[in-house]
Structures are given as structure tokens and as C-alpha cells.
């Protein structure tokens, strides 16, 4: 008897759970980023963010010693190879620094507008905790001035190449999708053709770029790198700011009696290696200001 | 309230494993799905109740740190915590690699049926090969991991209740 009694009891128990579960996904799915949920989501995201830097910072120093100890052979020749690389590097940047002071000097002579951007430096602390999801945790939150949807890159500030967006923010810590998500979409450029697209996240597979007109020439001795278009629609700035590498073509598919052909095109951040990325905040209020 | 400490140390252990220590320890690419682990080994030990209980509360918790709509997660989690609860007390093996394959069976159905909610409500669109790639390779992952949990994840089980403790 007591049985049965403790059988109904989980049953109701169950179907209790199992109703709520489905009260939440149809209100979550209504409200979107709005209400209670997402209130408990940041509640949940904060309090497990300084573990994860916790865990984190022990975690990757062992993991880099190990990775460091199997690729010890190399690293002397690699080492002699990057130097030279960075003394080619230092020339090439020093003859960068004088065209930016001219094209400055010109912009300001046409009184074209030039966009400032605030980049805020943070650590990836976490990874996503799903297999259909790219997405990483960094340590800065809406506390050091970090908004959703802000663009996050990696590498230095006069070469950035695009990680991703920020998706959710708390306090103290930020979740970034990567470009690589299935839900990431980015208007880009070929750097040659100068032929615009759409670039789409493909999870593990090379990201694809869509909506290019059909004769598109890619070149194929040479690699072609595709980057970020600054527009403006309605007035209304987009997402990203001009210029960021989102990374190079692996292949073009162009059929000849498509309407558009497609090309793929791989990243050029890699993602397992990422540990400091900088969130890129251009003046939200200088951009409902401007016509 | 043992017990909600318990659980709570649990699932944020287990949240926290999946973030930051498995995503560099992946089998080809992939990464375990620990709180289905969880769930079903406290629904092996401790019947269905339990296993609903501890699903509900850890899908939740991981539907929070996840794009797609919340309470997926906490549904599938709560649907496997009891059927593995049930299916339990009709099983009468003494394998010892009983905790595995129940890992992966439950693994591998509350994938499959996570993402089957999730195209239902039209979030998901990952291709088959790759969903049937994640299904698979959960499953194993998590049966490899069961050997090295179970222990600790008995000791937390049996840490909920001062009463007895149901082994095999």
C-alpha cells in the first residue's frame, strides 16, 4: 500500500515537473531576453563565472605544459622562423604607420567621419556547455561597460580578426558566440572581386558565404582573405565595424546556371587555442546622435 | 536541506567540469554531456523520484547557460531521470557495467530527444550526420566516464538521505 501511495506521489511529482518544464520553454520562447527567466539566467551565469576563472586558470597552464612538452622538437626552428617573421613585420607596420597618418590627414581634409572604437580587453574563462552550440565565457560583464551584441575580435588592434558577438551578459562575466555558431551570420567582403556576401557559421565545418553573384572570380593561386563590411541601414549602423578579418577561402562552388554561388571560408581565429579576445564598444550614444 | 546543498554541489561541479575541463579533453571533437550522467546514475541509485528531481534541477540549471529556448534541457532531464528510475527496478543484473550502458542508452535518447524538441519548436538545424555524431559519441564518452564518477556520485547520493542506501 505505502508502495503505491509513494508510486502516485512521484508520478504527480513528475508530471508537475514535466508541466513546468513546458510552461518555461513556451514563456521563454514568447519573452525572449526579456523577464524573470532571463533575470535567474544571469542570477545562474554569475554565480558559476568566478569558478569557471577559478578552475580555468588552473586548468590551462597544465594543459599548455603538456601541449608545450609534445611540441618541444619544433618550437626552436619555429622560434627562428617567427623572428624573422617579426622583424618583416616591424618594416611592413612601420610603413603602415606613415599611409594611416596620411589617410587620416586626408579624412579630415574630406571631413569624412571616422569611427572611434573602445576595445575592452577580458579572458575566455569558460567554453559553451553544449555540443550544438560555439559559444565562450569571458571575464568582463555589463560592469565594464559591455553590451550584447557588441563585436569581440582577437589579435592586435590594427589586425583584428573577428571571434564573434556577445550573446548574454551578466555583472561580471559575458557569453560569446562564436562565428563559428549555427545561428552566426555576418555581412562580408572578398578582399580582390571586393564582391560582398553573407558569411554563415557551419559549427565544425568551414564557415560558408552566400548571396555572391554568379561569374564571381576567386583567385586560386593566391589566398583570399574576407573581411567585415561597415553599412548602414535606415541610419542604423550594422553590427561590425569594417575591416575585421573573419578569415580566407578554402573553396568556391560556382555552378554556371545558378542564380548565386557560394564560397567556404576558414576562419581565421582558431577557436581551441583562444584565450584573450577584446570586446570591441563603439559609442552607442554618438550612434543614435549621428544622421 | 542536506540534500538542496548536496544536489546544488552536484550540478555546479558537474556544469563546471563541462565548461572548463572537457572542452580540451574531447573524444573527436565532442564533449560529454555530464549532467545526463548525473542524472541518470542518481536515478539508478535512487529510484525515479529522485532522478526527476535531480534532472529537472540540473537541466534548468544548464538550460541557463544555453541559446535555445529555456527548459529543454530541464524537460528531457526530467523525462530520463524517471525512466531510468523506473526501468531500474525491473532490471535485475548484476553486471557491473550496468551504470555504463545505462549511461549510454539514457545519453544517447536524451540527446536525440533534446534536439527532436528542439527542431519541433523550429531552433535547431544542425545536420543529421552531425547530430547522429553527437549522439553517438556522448554515449560512449559517458560510459567511459561512469567508471570514474560513480564512485563520487554515490557517495553524494547516499550523502542526500541519512536513511539506507540502494546498491548494485
Known amino acids: 500500500m505505502a508502495i503505491r501511495q509513494r508510486a502516485r506521489s512521484t508520478r504527480v511529482l513528475v508530471v508537475i515537473l514535466v508541466a513546468v518544464s513546458l510552461a518555461i520553454i513556451t514563456v521563454d520562447y514568447r519573452s525572449g531576453d526579456a523577464g524573470p527567466l532571463a533575470a535567474a539566467g544571469r542570477a545562474v551565469n554569475s554565480a558559476i563565472a ?6 580555468s586558470s588552473v586548468v590551462q597552464p597544465i594543459g599548455d605544459f603538456f601541449s608545450s612538452l609534445a611540441r618541444l622538437p619544433s618550437l626552436a626552428e619555429r622560434n627562428r622562423a617567427l623572428q624573422t617573421e617579426v622583424d618583416d613585420l616591424k618594416t611592413v607596420r612601420q610603413a603602415n604607420q606613415e599611409l594611416a597618418r596620411r589617410i587620416d590627414s586626408l579624412e579630415q581634409l574630406l571631413g569624412l567621419e571616422t569611427i572611434t572604437v573602445r576595445s575592452i580587453p577580458a579572458r575566455v ?25 557588441m563585436p569581440v575580435v582577437t589579435g592586435a588592434s590594427d589586425g583584428p580578426r573577428l571571434v564573434g558577438r556577445v550573446l548574454r551578459v551578466t555583472p561580471i562575466s559575458s557569453t560569446v558566440q562564436l562565428l563559428i555558431d549555427r545561428d552566426f551570420a555576418v555581412p562580408g567582403r572578398l578582399s580582390t572581386s571586393k564582391e560582398m556576401g553573407l558569411v554563415e557559421g557551419r559549427g565544425e565545418d568551414d564557415l560558408r558565404m552566400d548571396l555572391l553573384s554568379p561569374g564571381v572570380e576567386v583567385s586560386e593561386t593566391q589566398p583570399e582573405s574576407v573581411f567585415t563590411v561597415g553599412y548602414r541601414v535606415n541610419g542604423q549602423r550594422g553590427l561590425y565595424p569594417p575591416g575585421l578579418l573573419i578569415g580566407t577561402v578554402s573553396r568556391a562552388f560556382s555552378e554556371p546556371d545558378s542564380v548565386e554561388s557560394y564560397v567556404t571560408v576558414r576562419p581565421a581565429v582558431d577557436f581551441s587555442t583562444l584565450e584573450y579576445v577584446l570586446v570591441l564598444a563603439r559609442g552607442r550614444s554618438d550612434e543614435e546622435v549621428a544622421p | 536541506m542536506r540534500r538542496a546543498v548536496v544536489l546544488i554541489a552536484v550540478i555546479l561541479t558537474a556544469l563546471l567540469l563541462q565548461t572548463t575541463v572537457f572542452p580540451e579533453l574531447t573524444l573527436l571533437g565532442i564533449k560529454p554531456e555530464l549532467l545526463y550522467l548525473v542524472t541518470v546514475v542518481f536515478a539508478a541509485l535512487r529510484g525515479p523520484e529522485e532522478g526527476a528531481l535531480v534532472g529537472f534541477v540540473g537541466g ?4 541557463f547557460m544555453l541559446n535555445t529556448p529555456k527548459g529543454i534541457t530541464a524537460l528531457t532531464l526530467t523525462i530520463l531521470g524517471y525512466t531510468v528510475g523506473l526501468a531500474r527496478q525491473y532490471i535485475t543484473s548484476p553486471s557491473p557495467l550496468l551504470p555504463a550502458i545505462l549511461v549510454a542508452l539514457g545519453t544517447a535518447a536524451g540527446v536525440a530527444f533534446h534536439q527532436g524538441v528542439g527542431f519541433l519548436i523550429g531552433e535547431e538545424d544542425a545536420p543529421f ?16 566516464l561512469t567508471p570514474i564518477f560513480y564512485p563520487v556520485l554515490r557517495r553524494a547520493a547516499a550523502a542526500t538521505h541519512a536513511g539506507r542506501v540502494v546498491r548494485f
Open chain 1, 50 to 55: 568566478p569558478l569557471q576563472r577559478a578552475v
Open chain 1, 125 to 149: 574563462i569558460a567554453s559553451g556547455v553544449s555540443n550544438f552550440e560555439w559559444s565562450v565565457t569571458i571575464d568582463r560583464g555589463s560592469d565594464d561597460g559591455i553590451l550584447v551584441n
Open chain 2, 60 to 63: 534548468l540549471a544548464q538550460d
Open chain 2, 129 to 144: 550526420g552531425y547530430l547522429a555524431k553527437v549522439v553517438l559519441l556522448t554515449a560512449v564518452y559517458g560510459a567511459i
